[in-house]
């Protein structure tokens, strides 16, 4: 078991910045490919970003590639998204996620995740 905790959310104007983290507890996160995961009110939940195990490879959504950059301190259990540049239609719940493997593949389907955080809430003002 993982138990994951993000915190950074906030209301920022478009064009802002904030940074996002995810902290982990129960398990090594250096055991797990993490992601970042967003929903929208009346929309599916969507992949936002992802990190490898030692956090060498990252991928990104198109919408988002370019202003946001994930990555991880497996030292401190924890992982981070840097989201600059911010639009409105950013404006959602942003979930942590975590997916026990041993291979170094990555993954973008939510379905694919084995652990979630609660979310923080993303607001971003016009």
């Known amino acids: 078991q993982v138990q994951l905790v993000e915190s950074g959310g906030g209301l920022v104007q478009a064009g802002g910045s904030l940074r996002l983290s995810c902290a982990a507890s129960?398990?090594?996160?250096?055991?797990?490919?993490m992601g970042w995961f967003r929903q929208a009110p009346g929309k599916k939940r969507e992949f936002v970003a992802s990190?490898?195990?030692?956090?060498?490879?990252?991928y990104y959504a198109d919408s988002v590639k370019g202003r946001f950059t994930i990555s991880r301190d497996n030292a401190k259990n924890t992982v981070y998204l840097e989201m600059n540049n911010l639009k409105p239609e950013d404006t959602a719940v942003y979930y942590c996620a975590a997916k026990r493997t041993d291979s170094s593949g990555m993954y973008y389907r939510p379905d694919e995740y084995d652990y979630w955080g609660q979310g923080t809430q993303v607001t971003v003002s016009s």
């Open positions: 129960g398990r090594t996160l250096s055991d797990f490919v």
């Open positions: 990190i490898s195990r030692g956090g060498g490879t990252t």
